[in-house]
């Protein structure tokens, strides 16, 4: 039985194929349209899934989309009705697409994918719930969601037992965590459903200097976690801002525009804003544990990509175990949904998995390339390049990045989620003290404050993390150990902001954040046996068992899904090496005119 989940017209548009309740494929639309966050229908992915599983939309048993579309329809005409006529202007922006697209689901469906059975629509987060419970490794534990918005609901908490979620509370539009930490992403300067992760790693450079000030005016909480917000301060309801002159004569400056340089106070609010944000989120967890008597917890949501609260929430000790969906936010839904239809609506049991391991097969689910495509490409274009074997492989790329190169590392199946966990991953040396400035600036193009991640050996994890837990889906923060930190002078203790970013504070400094936190990769033989094969590799011949780890794209673009997307964002950055499969490029042996190759050339995955 064949089912597919889809998501669409928010953020992040994905699509997700379950056979027999098995996850087969999923993938998000961004990776084929190459337009970031795409929201629109996710025909391409669609397509990916249904050539994976080797189906045609016609042996379907089910479509599941993620959410009800009319409930939310509900939920936007009661609130532009509550604030009527300040909402005007955003109501009639929001109106044409409601009535040409986002109302009519099932037609939609038929349309772009030509399927005509059953659409079921499961709500928002039971989908996130759905994403969370039934891929993770328990058979029964309490989950959490935590997000913007779905139907009316912002966070609901609840048990999944067996082949079973229920949600016991929720939580209630306007009041959300998610626009909260969204509100203050705006402010900062960032953009809203994307620079979420820029304000947690502007956070430790700032001080806790408004937390009072955002419990007594901005939100109300109680010790079970639920609040209300006060709205007198946020526009989000109703108009084109999520903020309005009240929230910035609250803080005392105007928010910041994008590009304007970031100030100390933006850092404090940022800090600020992320203590509050860990405290609800503890508080939550508390209450449910209190509730559920469970011992496990399951996290989904885009609040559960808050790294930094989940790594505070797994020390807490309040669970025994957590383990949270790597494509928590609006993406992940679609899996939730394929899932829901499986084990709801055609009442299937969760089948146990061995050596109790999650069922999200390392989150590598979407499209890969043989070699065979990979030279196919490689020799269309006539690019200078190196077969190796696998052993060759693995010793050539390790000695590359011990000599100070940037590598672009593109193997196997995509990563389906907002991380490269090693598949479409730009690594380098995390023992180079200028590696996370060169990558920032000269690869990414994107703010030098912004930390990269450690890939480590699993086994070698708590050894330079103090983590005694794996994370495979760099969902977890974490300090760098005490013996592998380095003394700090007494002028560098003083320095306060970004004049903190160069400070070497660690043994492996360019994944050592100013607060010596590292959002950890561990990587296992078992899930990832390449990329663990290269920093295994790496780690015999240097002693050191972490690499540097960001995904393979720029700002402003999705992470790399076919060769030549990977071969165009090698030719525009500097990038030093490209790892095709086995087949390895280096910069300055290709030609220069190869930088404007066509985007519209396109090969299909196996």
């Known amino acids: 039985m064949w089912i597919l989940g889809i998501s669409a017209y928010y953020h992040d548009s994905a699509a997700a194929i379950v056979k027999d309740g098995e996850i087969i494929a999923a993938a998000q639309e961004e990776r084929f349209s190459r337009i970031k966050h795409d929201h629109a229908f996710p025909t391409q992915a669609v397509n990916y899934c249904l050539s ?11 479509v599941s989309f993620y959410d009800k579309p009319f409930i939310k329809f509900n939920r936007i005409l009661e609130t532009y009705l509550t604030y009527a006529p300040r909402g005007l202007p955003s109501f009639l922006k929001a109106m044409p697409l409601w009535l040409k697209q986002k109302l009519w689901i099932p037609d939609l469906i038929a349309k772009e994918i030509g399927y005509n059975g059953p659409v079921l629509f499961p709500e928002h987060h039971e989908s996130h719930a759905a994403s969370a419970f039934f891929p993770s490794p328990f058979t029964q534990a309490a989950f959490l969601t935590i997000d913007g918005v779905g139907e009316w609901a912002t966070s609901s908490f609840g048990i999944g037992q067996n082949n079973r979620v229920s949600i016991l509370k929720e939580l209630h539009f306007p009041h959300s965590l998610g626009l909260l930490y969204s509100a203050f992403t705006s402010y900062c300067g960032f953009k809203v459903n994307s620079g979420e992760y820029k304000l947690m790693g502007l956070a430790p450079y700032g001080r806790s200097q408004y937390v009072q000030r955002i419990f007594d005016n901005l939100i109300d909480l109680r010790d079970n976690g639920s609040f209300k917000m006060n709205m007198k301060y946020f526009s989000y309801p109703f108009g084109l801002r999520m903020i309005n002159n009240h929230f910035e004569r609250l803080f005392g400056h105007p928010g910041r525009k994008p590009g304007e340089p970031i100030t100390q106070h933006y850092m404090d609010t ?35 990509l808050n790294c930094v609260g989940n790594g505070k929430l797994l020390r807490s000790g309040l669970f025994d175990d957590i383990w949270i969906q790597p494509a928590a936010g609006d993406a992940g839904g679609a899996l939730g949904a394929a899932l829901i239809a499986w084990h709801h609506h055609h009442n299937q049991p969760v089948r146990p998995t061995p050596h109790k391991k999650d069922r999200q097969k390392a989150s590598l689910l979407g499209p890969d390339y043989s070699d065979a495509q990979i030279e196919q490409f490689l020799n269309q274009y006539q690019l200078p390049h190196q077969s190796l074997s696998d052993a060759e492989l693995f010793d050539t790329v390790s000695d590359y990045i011990i000599q100070g190169n940037v590598v672009g590392w593109f193997q196997d199946r995509l990563e389906f989620g907002p991380r490269a966990l090693g598949n479409r991953s730009i690594i380098g040396d995390a023992r180079s003290a200028t590696m996370q400035r060169r ?125 030549l997307d990977a071969y165009l964002c090698f030719m525009r950055t500097d990038m030093d090496v490209l790892v095709l499969g086995n087949y390895v490029l280096v910069k300055n042996e290709q030609p220069e005119t190869h930088a404007t190759l066509n985007w519209e050339t396109a090969y299909e995955p196996d």
């Open 52 to 62: 994976k599983a080797g189906i045609q939309a016609k042996d379907l048993s089910s």
């Open 270 to 304: 940022a800090r600020s804003v992320q203590e509050v944000t860990e405290e609800i989120m503890l508080r939550m967890a508390r209450h449910v544990k209190n509730q559920t008597g469970q011992s496990n917890l399951c996290l989904a949501g885009g609040v559960a």
């Open 439 to 563: 990558m920032n600036l000269k690869i990414k193009f994107r703010e030098s404050f912004r930390p990269f991640a450690p890939s480590v050996l699993a086994e070698q994890a708590s050894n330079w993390f103090a983590i005694d837990h794996s994370s495979p889906y760099m969902l977890l923060v974490a300090d760098v150990q005490k013996d592998k930190r380095l003394p700090v002078t007494e002028t560098d203790r003083h320095r306060v902001g970004l004049d903190q970013l160069n400070i070497k504070r660690s043994v492996i400094p360019a994944v050592t954040h100013v607060d010596y936190s590292a959002r950890i990769q561990t990587v296992s033989q078992t899930d990832n046996p390449r990329y663990y094969a290269l920093i295994n590799r790496f780690f015999v011949k240097t002693g050191c068992p972490v690499v540097v780890n960001t995904s393979f794209n720029v700002r402003g673009e999705p992470i790399v899904a076919s060769p």
